[in-house]
């Protein structure tokens, strides 16, 4: 794999790097390029959030309330989409680089950690976190076709596949291991019953929706590797 040629280093932490992410401002160059300036500058607003999705719920651990789950969940997804599309033999493929990716594009979750149970009523509450939770999963999942489509880089059918796999394997084992409705609650701030009652519906709902698509995605993902394994490309062509 080849790797990119580091850039001049500008002194201080890439702050403005989040916007250039969660914006689509950032380049296939540059993405390419972050390492541990950007991955420090993503731990720190994925501690922030962390901080502030648990700090009004009474039933969080006492690594949920100090925001650390939040911080290891980059290195966990980063390390499950790595070792997924390892075997396609991307030109651009770096772990730290796609952990410093992921980690930037935690700040969207702020929308949720708002404490709108304090000023707003019950059922006005649960639809501002049904609206935040579904725009910060759709802006997240964007922002890692974005990723993909530049950085390794894949084609859009590819791009599809790669994205539909991690997202697709998720809620699905988080639905059959009964998690889902933490984890949607937890994101969401859907406490208490009938909340419990929602958030189970919308994990059940997303892996009906998803089956067959990943099924079909697992199956291309395996074709795919077969090919670059045995009928490798001429180094000019592309990714589908």
Known sequence: MNEPQ????????P???????????????????????????????CWIVGLGRWWDDP?????????????????????????????????HWRYKALVAYI???????????????????GDAALSYNAVALSIVALWRVVLIMRYLLLAPPLGFGLTMVATLIPVGAIAIGLT????STGVIEGMGGFRGSPKDAFA?????MASILLFWPLVG????HLGYTIK?????????????
């Open 176 to 179: 059959m291991f009964n998690v």
């Open 103 to 121: 980690s930037l594009c935690a700040a969207p979750g702020l929308l949720y950690a708002v404490p709108v149970e304090m000023f707003l009523s």
């Open 15 to 45: 702050w403005d790097a989040i916007a250039r992410v969660l914006f689509l401002r950032a380049g296939a160059e540059e993405i390419r390029l972050f390492g541990n300036r950007e991955l420090a500058v993503g731990a720190v607003s």
């Open 200 to 204: 189970a519906q919308v994990g059940i």
């Open 59 to 91: 039933k969080a651990e006492l690594l949920q309330k100090l925001g650390l789950g939040s911080v290891v969940y980059p290195f966990a997804l980063g390390a499950l989409i790595w070792l997924l599309f390892w075997p396609w033999r991307l030109t």
């Open 228 to 240: 670059v394994w045995f009928w490798p490309k001429p180094p000019d062509q592309s990714p589908l």
């Open 6 to 13: 580091a850039a001049p280093e500008r002194p201080g932490l």
């Open 217 to 220: 995605a697992v199956l291309v």
